[in-house]
């Protein structure tokens, strides 16, 4: 029963939000459609799809806020609750983001510089706001269907 209460008391420590001193950082992140194009976004988390965001033209396509470890790390994708991003133009050319490449069955992909779940490709606007534009270059560096 003593190894019980102290298995609890742990994961009370390790999940519980202890603040420990510092000050957790709110950050919100835009996602905009800076192109004529319908942009369609579908999120995936372990392979398995979680959601689905469209815009057709010009626009905000979504905006979520992410939490993380008191600025330590900034965290896009985690913000998006999701790996894996597919984003389709007009139904025609598609380009697909990955969290990391490090992963052999990801090697074979080409590299994106612009890795819509690396928040170093973000526009840091200030230390809570980021965005992430689409721009006529992305689609034309998409991939045909």
Same mark, same amino acid.
């Given at each position: 029963?003593?190894?019980?209460?102290?298995?609890? *008391?742990? %994961?009370?420590?390790?999940? #519980? /939000?202890?603040?420990?001193?510092? &000050?957790?950082?709110?950050?919100?992140? +835009? $996602?905009?459609?800076?192109?004529?194009?319908? *942009?369609? %976004?579908?999120?995936?988390? #372990? /392979?398995?799809?979680?959601?689905? &965001?469209?815009?057709?033209?010009?626009? +905000? $396509?979504?905006?979520?806020?992410?939490?993380?470890?008191?600025?330590?790390?900034?965290?896009?994708?985690?913000?998006?609750?999701?790996?894996?991003?597919?984003?389709?133009?007009?139904?025609?050319?598609?380009?697909?983001?990955?969290?990391?490449?490090?992963?052999?069955?990801?090697?074979?992909?080409?590299?994106?510089?612009?890795?819509?779940?690396?928040?170093?490709?973000?526009?840091?606007?200030?230390?809570?706001?980021?965005?992430?534009?689409?721009?006529?270059?992305?689609?034309?560096?998409?991939?045909?269907?």
């Amino acid at each position: 029963m003593r190894n019980i209460n102290i298995i609890i *008391i742990m %994961m009370s420590l390790c999940f #519980g /939000g202890c603040d420990c001193g510092g &000050k957790r950082i709110d950050r919100k992140y +835009v $996602i905009e459609n800076n192109t004529v194009h319908k *942009i369609k %976004m579908d999120v995936y988390l #372990g /392979g398995s799809f979680r959601y689905s &965001k469209e815009k057709s033209g010009r626009g +905000v $396509i979504q905006e979520v806020m992410g939490t993380n470890d008191k600025g330590k790390t900034l965290a896009a994708f985690i913000a998006l609750r999701g790996d894996s991003v597919v984003i389709v133009f007009d139904d025609t050319k598609r380009i697909i983001y990955y969290q990391t490449y490090s992963l052999p069955m990801f090697r074979e992909l080409p590299d994106n510089k612009r890795n819509i779940l690396d928040d170093s490709t973000y526009a840091h606007e200030s230390n809570t706001l980021y965005r992430y534009t689409f721009t006529e270059e992305d689609y034309n560096n998409a991939a045909d269907l």
